[in-house]
């Protein structure tokens, strides 16, 4: 299993999100991550597609995509081929005795504490899906109350022969 990234460049109007989503479901392939956004031209958005599949299919859902009447472009990339990064808010109940250990796992990480009542902080991180997955686990230990994630965003990692 190989995991790939597609970035799809599509119209920006309604429906477009379902047929392509309905292409990964009609084969059976699981979405593992989706995020959408416009893009500079407010025309057109970004969908960035993490899934898992043998080569053979992965092949076959880029060639499945660039058929669509409503996609622009379809960029395909292996995880070292790009930068990723993946917004996480995380809301956990604190007391006195973790306060201190969370702050400081939050300067380690690199996170931000975003908001906090007498009971309750919320969390912010922007990171590697990988440092996100690590970030739950070390509060795991803590009690989690809710956990909102973007999924991936995903850009070709800059080169001298850039063509974009």
Do not use: W
Not at 129 to 154: C, D, F, H, W
């Amino acid at each position: 299993m190989k995991t790939r990234i597609y970035s799809v460049l599509v119209e920006n109007r309604s429906g477009v999100l379902c047929k392509v989503a309905g292409l990964f479901s009609r084969r059976c392939f699981n979405i593992d991550s989706l995020a959408v956004g416009e893009t500079d031209d407010p025309t057109v958005s970004c969908m960035t597609i993490v899934s898992s599949d043998d080569e053979r299919n992965i092949e076959q859902i880029e060639k499945q995509l660039n058929k669509k009447v409503d996609v622009i472009k379809v960029k395909t990339f292996a995880e070292q081929q790009c930068i990723t990064r993946e917004l996480m808010l995380i809301k956990i109940k604190y007391n006195k005795n973790n306060r201190r250990e969370i702050m400081e796992l939050c300067e380690i990480m690199k996170a931000q504490i975003v908001d906090m009542s007498k009971h309750f902080m919320m969390i912010q991180l922007c990171d590697e899906p990988e440092r996100i997955k690590l970030m739950i686990k070390m509060l795991q230990t803590i009690s989690i109350v809710e956990v909102a994630r973007t999924g991936t965003l995903a850009l070709s990692k800059c080169g001298e022969n850039d063509d974009h």
